[in-house]
């Protein structure tokens, strides 16, 4: 189940929990992050990617179309991946990009959470959610310390998807909420 909490950032109260996707959406339009759901494709567990993309692809291209995006991608992150420690640790450090960062959740779970304007807005992202978060908006991302997700990436150029962090401590002070 998809979920969003809005906490203060200087205090932690939570200041909403929503589980509705148009309720998410609603609480998201204000800081100009994109949330909606997707039919998900019946594809079988652990498709490949080119599965994955080819079942999307009239969706894919709508979108793209829409938001000058140039190319898309699979990213398949498992408990079994052999660098999951390492790769959990690059997303979860605090950070922005210079592009929008937009994935569709195909398979499993993850929290984009998001510190803007003094709250941390923390979207548990399931199979069928779609999250766009703007260029240049502090983040961070956690699959968990046994991750489970296969997402589509959308991109306008893939070298803006570089992380530039922050240095602070808001990921620790902040950890995903999951239910």
Request: include cysteine.
């Amino acid at each position: 189940m998809s979920l969003l909490t809005i906490k203060d950032a200087a205090t932690g109260e939570e200041l909403l929990r929503a589980s509705e996707p148009a309720e998410i959406a609603a609480a998201l339009a204000p800081i100009n992050v994109r949330f909606e759901r997707w039919e998900v494709a019946p594809l079988a567990e652990g498709a490949s990617a080119e599965a994955v993309l080819e079942a999307y692809r009239a969706q894919l291209d709508t979108f793209m179309a829409g938001h000058a995006a140039g190319t898309a991608d699979v990213i398949r992150l498992t408990a079994d991946h052999p660098q999951k420690e390492a790769l959990r640790a690059k997303f979860l450090s605090e950070h922005i990009h210079t592009e929008d960062e937009i994935r569709f959740f195909h398979e499993g779970a993850g929290n984009f959470i998001m510190h803007v304007d003094g709250k941390v807005y923390d979207a548990h992202c399931t199979r069928g959610d779609l999250i766009s978060v703007p260029a240049n908006t502090q983040h961070w991302f956690d699959a968990g310390t046994e991750p489970h997700v296969t997402a589509l990436r959308i991109f306008t150029d893939t070298t803006g998807w570089t992380p530039h962090y922050s240095g602070t401590d808001m990921a620790e002070r902040f950890p995903a909420v999951t239910g």
